[in-house]
């Protein structure tokens, strides 16, 4: 079957980025509602569109096509009485939007000398992504997941 509009697709796939580091290395499949549902990068999808079951290809998705170029302007220097006694490299913390604005998720990069470094940057903003895809299953999508605008079963989205 072909990856049309309103079918779901299978896909195992890795990720590198243009060293050959492995960024993602598919342990699950991605199972996404094909047509325009902002389940996959666009371009990914628009490169699959029209191909079959069984086939294999690699996209190279330059930053502006997957999580964006590094933007300076997202990392901040903050006093680290704002943060709890443990805050260390690596940890994430949410901040809630002001109205309209999304939820910011911040990455700490840096603690040293009472100050905290938190990076609003997604950790591949900047990153070309090379990904090697086989597409595994194509079917038709049920009525319920294209009204709803992603997959359902065992691989799909949930409702909680």
């Known amino acids: 079957m072909e990856i049309v509009k309103n079918t779901v697709v299978t896909l195992d796939y890795k990720v590198r980025d243009p060293d050959g580091n492995i960024v993602d290395n598919g342990e699950q499949p991605l199972v996404y509602l094909h047509g325009g549902y902002d389940g996959i990068f666009p ?11 069984g086939e294999t290809l690699q996209v190279k998705l330059q930053p502006d096509d997957a999580f964006g170029e590094y933007d300076e302007s ?6 680290a009485s704002l943060f709890p006694d443990n805050v260390e490299v690596g940890m994430a913390f949410e901040r809630v939007g002001d109205d309209g604005e ?10 040293a000398d009472g ?16 990904f090697d895809i086989t597409i595994a299953d194509v079917r038709p999508a049920s009525q319920e997941e294209i009204t709803h605008g992603h997959v359902h079963g065992p ?3 949930h409702h909680h």
């Open 155 to 157: 691989h799909g989205h």
């Open 43 to 53: 371009l990914l999808e628009e490169t699959l569109h029209g191909k079959n079951k």
């Open 74 to 79: 997202l990392v901040h220097i903050e006093d």
């Open 115 to 130: 100050k905290v470094v938190v990076d609003g940057n997604h950790p591949l903003a900047g990153t070309a992504l090379v």
């Open 102 to 111: 999304d939820d910011m998720l911040y990455r700490i990069t840096d603690v």
